[in-house]
Nanobody, 125 residues
Framework: QVQLVESGGGLVQAGGSLRLSCASS????????MGWFRQAPGKEREFVAA????????YYGESTKGRFTISRDNGKNTVYLQLNSLKPEDTAVYYC??????????????????WGQGTQVTVSS
Protein backbone atom coordinates (compact mmCIF):
# COMPACT_ATOMS: atom_id res chain seq x y z
CA GLN A 1 0.00 0.00 0.00
CA VAL A 2 1.24 3.45 -0.92
CA GLN A 3 0.07 6.69 0.58
CA LEU A 4 0.46 9.91 -1.38
CA VAL A 5 0.24 13.35 0.21
CA GLU A 6 0.12 16.49 -1.90
CA SER A 7 1.12 19.92 -0.67
CA GLY A 8 1.99 23.34 -2.01
CA GLY A 9 -1.38 24.50 -3.26
CA GLY A 10 -2.79 27.91 -2.48
CA LEU A 11 -4.09 31.20 -3.83
CA VAL A 12 -2.00 32.98 -6.45
CA GLN A 13 -2.56 35.81 -8.90
CA ALA A 14 -2.67 35.19 -12.63
CA GLY A 15 0.83 35.01 -14.04
CA GLY A 16 2.22 33.70 -10.79
CA SER A 17 3.83 30.39 -9.92
CA LEU A 18 3.41 27.54 -7.48
CA ARG A 19 5.31 24.34 -6.80
CA LEU A 20 3.29 21.32 -5.82
CA SER A 21 4.84 18.36 -4.05
CA CYS A 22 3.62 14.82 -3.64
CA ALA A 23 5.31 12.71 -1.01
CA SER A 24 5.04 8.94 -1.03
CA SER A 25 5.13 6.61 1.94
CA UNK A 26 6.23 3.69 -0.23
CA UNK A 27 9.61 2.16 0.50
CA UNK A 28 10.55 1.83 -3.16
CA UNK A 29 9.27 4.99 -4.81
CA UNK A 30 11.23 4.40 -8.00
CA UNK A 31 9.02 1.47 -9.05
CA UNK A 32 6.12 3.84 -9.73
CA UNK A 33 5.50 6.03 -12.71
CA MET A 34 3.79 9.15 -11.39
CA GLY A 35 1.13 11.43 -12.71
CA TRP A 36 -0.61 14.67 -11.88
CA PHE A 37 -4.29 15.28 -12.63
CA ARG A 38 -6.64 18.13 -11.82
CA GLN A 39 -10.35 18.60 -11.42
CA ALA A 40 -12.15 21.92 -11.60
CA PRO A 41 -15.65 22.38 -10.14
CA GLY A 42 -18.26 20.86 -12.41
CA LYS A 43 -15.69 19.36 -14.76
CA GLU A 44 -14.17 15.93 -15.29
CA ARG A 45 -10.73 15.14 -13.98
CA GLU A 46 -8.06 16.15 -16.48
CA PHE A 47 -4.59 14.79 -17.14
CA VAL A 48 -1.85 17.32 -16.41
CA ALA A 49 1.52 15.57 -16.56
CA ALA A 50 3.27 12.27 -15.95
CA UNK A 51 6.82 11.06 -15.44
CA UNK A 52 8.52 7.71 -15.86
CA UNK A 53 10.02 5.70 -13.02
CA UNK A 54 13.50 7.04 -13.61
CA UNK A 55 12.37 10.56 -14.43
CA UNK A 56 13.83 10.37 -17.92
CA UNK A 57 10.52 10.57 -19.78
CA UNK A 58 7.82 13.16 -19.23
CA TYR A 59 4.44 13.66 -20.84
CA TYR A 60 2.14 16.68 -20.64
CA GLY A 61 -1.45 17.51 -21.33
CA GLU A 62 -2.09 20.02 -24.09
CA SER A 63 -3.47 22.72 -21.79
CA THR A 64 -0.37 22.78 -19.58
CA LYS A 65 2.46 22.01 -21.95
CA GLY A 66 5.14 24.69 -21.83
CA ARG A 67 3.91 26.18 -18.54
CA PHE A 68 4.09 23.25 -16.13
CA THR A 69 7.06 21.00 -15.38
CA ILE A 70 6.97 17.63 -13.68
CA SER A 71 10.03 16.23 -11.93
CA ARG A 72 10.86 13.69 -9.26
CA ASP A 73 13.44 12.98 -6.61
CA ASN A 74 13.48 9.25 -5.93
CA GLY A 75 15.83 9.74 -3.01
CA LYS A 76 13.16 11.86 -1.31
CA ASN A 77 10.19 9.76 -2.48
CA THR A 78 8.68 12.91 -3.94
CA VAL A 79 7.29 14.09 -7.26
CA TYR A 80 6.92 17.77 -8.05
CA LEU A 81 4.82 19.90 -10.35
CA GLN A 82 6.07 23.39 -11.09
CA LEU A 83 3.25 25.63 -12.23
CA ASN A 84 4.26 28.79 -14.06
CA SER A 85 2.32 31.50 -15.89
CA LEU A 86 -0.82 30.47 -14.05
CA LYS A 87 -4.21 31.35 -15.48
CA PRO A 88 -7.62 31.51 -13.77
CA GLU A 89 -8.61 28.41 -15.75
CA ASP A 90 -5.88 26.47 -13.93
CA THR A 91 -7.98 26.70 -10.77
CA ALA A 92 -8.67 23.14 -9.64
CA VAL A 93 -7.88 20.48 -7.10
CA TYR A 94 -4.61 18.87 -8.14
CA TYR A 95 -4.04 15.17 -7.50
CA CYS A 96 -0.96 13.02 -7.78
CA UNK A 97 -1.18 9.35 -8.64
CA UNK A 98 1.13 6.34 -8.76
CA UNK A 99 1.23 3.60 -11.39
CA UNK A 100 3.09 0.40 -10.59
CA UNK A 101 2.54 -1.51 -13.82
CA UNK A 102 3.98 0.72 -16.54
CA UNK A 103 7.47 2.18 -16.61
CA UNK A 104 6.50 4.93 -19.04
CA UNK A 105 4.23 7.87 -18.18
CA UNK A 106 0.62 7.51 -19.27
CA UNK A 107 -2.37 9.84 -19.33
CA UNK A 108 -5.13 7.33 -18.64
CA UNK A 109 -6.55 7.56 -15.13
CA UNK A 110 -7.35 3.86 -15.13
CA UNK A 111 -3.68 2.79 -15.04
CA UNK A 112 -2.98 4.57 -11.77
CA UNK A 113 -3.23 2.45 -8.65
CA UNK A 114 -2.89 4.99 -5.86
CA TRP A 115 -4.13 8.56 -5.48
CA GLY A 116 -3.53 11.39 -3.09
CA GLN A 117 -6.23 13.46 -1.44
CA GLY A 118 -5.56 16.53 -3.57
CA THR A 119 -4.39 20.08 -3.02
CA GLN A 120 -6.38 23.17 -4.04
CA VAL A 121 -4.89 25.66 -6.47
CA THR A 122 -6.81 28.90 -6.94
CA VAL A 123 -5.71 31.49 -9.50
CA SER A 124 -7.25 34.93 -9.25
CA SER A 125 -7.57 37.26 -12.22
Amino acid sequence: QVQLVESGGGLVQAGGSLRLSCASSGRIFSIYAMGWFRQAPGKEREFVAAISRSGGITYYGESTKGRFTISRDNGKNTVYLQLNSLKPEDTAVYYCAADREYAVPLRQESVYDYWGQGTQVTVSS
